[in-house]
């Protein structure tokens, strides 16, 4: 880790399994010795509504469940609305993006009585927000393997392959043996593997 504590917001919709992602870091770091608190936040999730949560990670102490605004050092986004959301919030000069760019349309867009922002100047914010980002179609690599749940896993290989936090396919694999049913542990390590990948050749921005 760069900084103790070291923050990360898991941030995006409900649905999308942001709340199994942090879950999933937390239970791989734990095992490797680092102390680990999670808090989470939610909007109206059950309407595609905003869900964060926060992810603490020290080597020393245990931290409070919610990390400081403008104090994040790493902001994984499953949907990018949610990405600029978060930097608004908990960004500063040094934080990491990793960003799905995947636009999840909530329901007054959906209506017509709100518009999308445009995605190329809500991805122009996010790099301008940000000291690094990544920009990386998890949802269609998730959909890929048949469900396209699997981006937050697909997110959390970019993060590993990225080197920003100390996670390998043999961690992830523990840990969704140890959280999920048996017959998912083969797909999840798939979309690990193809997070990192999608790392390979990554222009950092």
């Known amino acids: 880790m760069r900084k103790d504590p070291f923050n990360v917001v898991v941030t995006g919709v409900g649905g999308q399994g942001n709340v199994l992602a942090s879950l999933l870091i937390g239970a791989v770091l734990v095992d490797r010795g680092f102390k680990v608190t999670i808090g989470e936040t939610y909007g109206a999730s059950q309407r595609g509504g905003s869900v964060m949560s926060h992810v603490r990670i020290s080597r020393a ?9 403008w104090s994040a050092d790493l902001v994984i986004a499953l949907e990018p609305t949610e990405a600029a ?5 908990f960004g500063n000069p040094g934080i990491v993006s990793v960003v799905n760019t995947r636009p999840i349309h909530p329901v007054d867009v959906i209506s017509g009585d709100a518009t999308y922002p445009d995605m190329d100047a809500l ?16 949802t269609e690599k998730a959909m890929e393997l048949g469900n396209p749940i699997l981006a937050n896993v697909v997110l959390i290989g970019v993060v590993a392959g990225a080197g920003l936090l100390p996670i ?6 523990k840990a969704v043996t140890d959280y999920l049913s048996p017959h998912k542990v083969e797909i999840n390590r798939r979309a690990f593997l193809i ?3 999608l790392v390979k050749g990554h222009e950092r921005i």
């Open 123 to 138: 991805l122009g914010k996010i790099r301008e927000l940000s000291l690094e980002a990544y920009f990386v179609q998890a």
């Open 168 to 173: 390998t396919a043999q961690d992830v694999e």
């Open 85 to 89: 959301r978060v930097l608004g919030q």
């Open 61 to 69: 102490h245990q931290y409070g469940p919610l990390i400081p605004p």
């Open 195 to 197: 997070g990192m990948e």
